[in-house]
């Protein structure tokens, strides 16, 4: 089977292409699906990531830049990521996320069993933020953790107070 890598960026997705990504991710035929600065609504988000929580070949996921710009797509998201089981990255850079949306995110964020790659950059997180944050680093809670986890410019206090929360290491300057 040829698995695709699908594109979205800055334009409206229309109710025809959302209902292909959703029969596609349905069907397995997608490995990586953007979606960067595009306009689409509440529904045609809920198709997609209905898609996104059946698929058992979607690798990466991205949501970026005005995707999740409301409490209610956050929960959507979250929603899917309970479900799924294939993603190993997630991309919600850009998003109007805040420390409430880090929170809703957070549990299942915890539980998926395969996710190693986060990116929160520009995201809107606090210090409340930072905490949830902690929670998906290595050797937290008995899970693996996040090998690569972008925060910038998302937060308040610097990702070097967030890496070293248990002590100074030699490894980071």
């Known amino acids: 089977m040829n698995a695709e890598i699908i594109e979205f960026l800055e334009k409206s997705i229309n109710?025809?292409?959302v209902q292909k990504i959703a029969v596609q991710l349905r069907e397995?035929?997608?490995?990586?699906?953007?979606i960067r600065q595009c306009y689409l609504n509440d529904k045609a988000?809920?198709?997609i990531l209905r898609g996104v929580s059946k698929t058992t070949q979607l690798l990466q996921?991205?949501?970026s830049v005005g995707i999740l710009n409301s409490p209610n797509r956050v929960q959507?998201?979250?929603?899917?990521?309970?479900?799924?089981?294939s993603l190993s990255s997630l991309s919600i850079h850009g998003s109007e996320l805040g420390d409430s949306g880090m929170k809703v995110l957070l549990?299942?964020?915890l539980r998926h069993p395969g996710?190693?790659?986060?990116?929160v950059g520009d995201c809107k997180l606090g210090d409340v933020g930072v905490n949830y944050i902690k929670e998906l680093l290595p050797g937290r809670a008995n899970r693996r953790g996040m090998s690569y986890l972008d925060c910038s410019t998302s937060f308040s206090v610097p990702i070097r107070r967030l890496l070293l929360m248990?002590?100074?290491t030699s490894s980071w300057p």
């Open 61 to 63: 996921l991205a949501l």
């Open 76 to 85: 959507i998201l979250s929603s899917c990521l309970s479900a799924n089981r």
């Open 115 to 119: 996710l190693v790659s986060l990116d």
């Open 15 to 17: 109710d025809d292409s």
């Open 107 to 109: 549990k299942n964020l």
């Open 166 to 168: 248990d002590g100074p």
């Open 45 to 47: 988000l809920w198709n």
């Open 28 to 34: 397995n035929k997608i490995t990586a699906l953007t």
